[in-house]
């Protein structure tokens, strides 16, 4: 049972461009959406995150999207820099009080072409 | 500050073996995680902690061991490895509860050949 689902697998972009990564989540009681972002032979590390009581979060060339109606969040990245070739995870958390115990999507490669 | 240190990096193990992952962090957190990261399956959690002396069950903790005997290591067993737990496993940390961040190690390259 896959509580987070994320598209696309893998996404090549041109420098420049705009990068956007999918995820939809299912469970309702999910209320912190952080998005990882991971280089090979690297730990993930968290990038930005966003909280379902705002629609939009922005940290430099980042942006979540959080569509609550729709249980979907979106990472933008803007003016994508071959420096953000890695693996992007999207995930998932829910309550207080207890461990953060984060269901990740199953993850994007996103390379960025010259 | 070293964050989440994770020993070993690399090990291949011959079906039936056992071995113990080490993982430390020095940033005084109360919850630390055991994930295992397969292609196409994103991060599933193993095992976790809430505290020294504790431990609970994650999304995959079937062929694990884990404990917690002092606050600032999480060590993961595998009692009998088998190939199914080729993978690479990562050890994580959060001061607080959910909803704040997690602190990854480097990461184990396991092999069970």
């Known amino acids: 049972q896959q509580q987070v689902k994320q598209s696309p697998q893998s996404l090549i972009v041109q420098k420049g461009g705009i990068s956007i990564i999918n995820c939809a989540y299912e469970n309702t009681a999910f209320d912190y959406f952080p998005w990882y972002q991971q280089f090979p032979g690297k730990g993930p590390a968290l990038l930005i995150a966003i909280r379902p009581d705002v629609s939009e979060k922005k940290e430099g060339r980042f942006t979540i999207s959080f569509n609550k109606s729709a249980k979907q969040f979106s990472l933008h990245i803007m003016d994508s820099q071959p420096g953000d070739s890695a693996t992007y995870f999207c995930a998932a958390s829910m309550g207080t009080g207890t461990a953060s115990k984060l269901t990740f999507g199953t993850g994007t490669r996103l390379q960025v072409t010259l | 500050n070293a964050g989440v240190t994770q020993t070993p990096k690399f090990r291949v193990l011959k079906t039936g073996q056992s071995m113990t992952l080490l993982c430390a962090q020095d940033m005084n957190h109360e919850y630390m995680y055991w994930y295992r990261q397969d292609p196409g399956m994103g991060l599933r959690l193993i095992h976790y902690?809430?505290?020294?002396?504790?431990?609970a069950k994650g999304e995959v903790p079937d062929g694990y061991n884990v404990s917690r005997l002092k606050k600032q290591n999480f060590l993961l067993g595998l009692e009998s490895a088998a190939p199914s737990q080729t993978s690479v496993y990562f050890c994580?940390?959060?001061?607080?509860?959910?909803?704040?961040?997690?602190?990854f190690g480097q990461g184990t390259r396991l092999t069970v050949v």
């Open positions: 994580a940390s959060s001061y607080m509860a959910a909803g704040t961040e997690a602190f």
């Open positions: 902690s809430v505290g020294e002396g504790t431990t």
